[in-house]
């Protein structure tokens, strides 16, 4: 079955499909689903979802790349509502009435996206359960401490690239690097860190010709790596993932492993750029060493709010007929998680400018059984590798006005395309050891050492943690010279408060 998009009765009585059907070509404006993509719904992505909340009301009827019709979820309890019932709106692609009879090709610009694979992030129920408690299981034996090093570590790496140039751009030269950085220590294989493994990462979701052969890189990789991990086990995430009790074949292994560098690179690389315009422009951020209004970790959870790095997700697909948000909906159609759209809801956010204060119930990580399993992880390569850049440059600041940055936007996400920064320049600095990802008692504890929501101790808000001071104008700026191991040169009581602030941070 598929969906009729609302009708409205014609001036004679009959009914006829509204001005923007699918069956008589879009109409923007007028009521009817609007395209959610083009250049048009990609400029103004909010002043969209506004438009069509403001239409429709929490769920509206959109339209994909060639016209597929689907619907976009905009309210945040309908958005929770959808993740938490997998029985009935499910992420089995298979069930899309579009892939059964025809309308949507197998080529869609989305197809990477939607095409069915059997890996966790399609599959719900036992079948979910399995492979899904193969990956968490194995993400929790890491060792919190020692990533969170590993991630100041190599954000040093990245910042000794840069900083005798005195510039740089923060997109391509940190926050696209960091995260496969991180996340190919995490599986055990960082000497395939490199720019061709950053382009594929990128590149393979694009669903064009290059982005096969980027798959196909990355795929040998993965599946080199499993063969190795067999012969010989390692303390890392990939031998855990064989080793796990679900019995993952070598193949489930290899598709999990990509699974979990996708979910996780792009995401995280557009968390962390957008952490730093927020840090660079928000008011709230800058005004912190004055008036101690916003710490390093509310500003990435402000970000996930005001600047999800999915603003939208397909995709959920009904069951069985149902209604959602006041809107009819059949077994086959398609859904989005609008997820910036949830996060802007006026009903738990009535006022968009007001600080939310680590507030956490945004859907930046999705909800329900699928909800992202690497959102700590996630959380603290932000984190940690904004807070080793602002140690070590800490006058950086942005040479163009925040609003003229730009971005690239897609249906599904939206990047920052530079951060042109300016700093004084400095000679590179030696950099701490490496420690191994080595097996660890499973310890949520220790990832929410970066979570606001966490007591923290009295005196954390009192005295700036780490780099994240600013004082008045565009430029977090330096209390004190950074010293060879990225730490500033500091009177007694300030070193007393380093010991303190490294032991709570656990780096
Ligand atoms: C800021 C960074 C990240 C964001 C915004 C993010 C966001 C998401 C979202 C929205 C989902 C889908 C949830 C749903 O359908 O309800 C997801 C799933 C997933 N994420 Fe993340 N993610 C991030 C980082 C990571 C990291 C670092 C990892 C791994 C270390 C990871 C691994 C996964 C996996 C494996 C899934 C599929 C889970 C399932 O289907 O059960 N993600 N993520």
Known sequence: ???????????????????????????????????????????????????????????????????????????????????????????????????RDGTVRPDHPLAPIFTWQPVCAFVEGTQHSRLRAAITESLKRLNSRGLRRYINRSSNELINKICEQGRGDLVSQFAEHLPMMVMTHIIGMPEEYNDRMVEAARDMIKGTETANASNAYVMDALHRLVARRKREPDEDFTTWLIEHEAGLTDKEAAEHLRVT??????????????????????????????????????????????????SAMLGRYAVSDSELGGQHIKAGDALLLGIAAANTDPLIRPDLEANMRGNRAHLA???????????????????????????????????????????????????????????EPRPPQDVVATPRATPHPPSTEDWLVSSVPQPRPAVARAEPAGPVRQAEGNSPLPSRPPTADGEPVRNAPGRMWAHLVRWWRGY
Do not use: K
């Not at 007028?30 to 048009?40: I, K, T, V």
């Not at 059984?369 to 996630?378: A, F, L, S, V, Y």
């Not at 163009?400 to 042109?420: C, F, K, M, N, Y």
């Open 1 to 99: 079955m598929t969906t009729d998009f609302p009708r409205r009765p014609s001036p004679d009585g009959t009914t006829t499909p509204p001005p923007g059907c699918p069956a008589h070509g879009p109409t923007e404006g007028s009521g009817g689903p609007r395209r959610l993509h083009g250049p048009e719904a990609e400029a103004d992505q909010r002043g969209l979802y506004e438009a069509l909340r403001a239409e429709h009301g929490a769920v509206a009827p959109v339209l994909l790349h060639d016209d597929v019709p689907a619907w976009l979820v905009l309210g945040h309890a309908e958005n929770l509502q959808v993740t938490r019932s997998p029985g009935q709106f499910s992420m089995d692609s298979r069930l899309w009435s579009g892939l």
């Open 261 to 310: 560098l996708i979910a996780a690179y792009e995401t995280t690389a557009n968390l962390i750029a957008n952490v730093l315009r927020m840090v660079f422009t928000d008011p709230r951020f800058r005004s912190r060493f004055g008036g101690g209004q916003m710490t390093l970790p509310e500003a990435v959870e402000q970000t996930l709010w005001d600047e999800p790095p999915f």
């Open 365 to 423: 990580f999705g909800g329900g059984p699928h909800e992202c399993p690497g959102q700590d992880i996630g959380r603290a390569i932000a984190d940690v590798g904004v807070d080793a850049l602002l140690m070590r440059l800490p006058d950086v600041r942005l040479t163009v006005e925040a609003d003229t940055l730009e971005w690239t936007g897609s249906i599904l996400s939206r990047h920052l395309v530079q951060l042109p920064v300016r700093f």
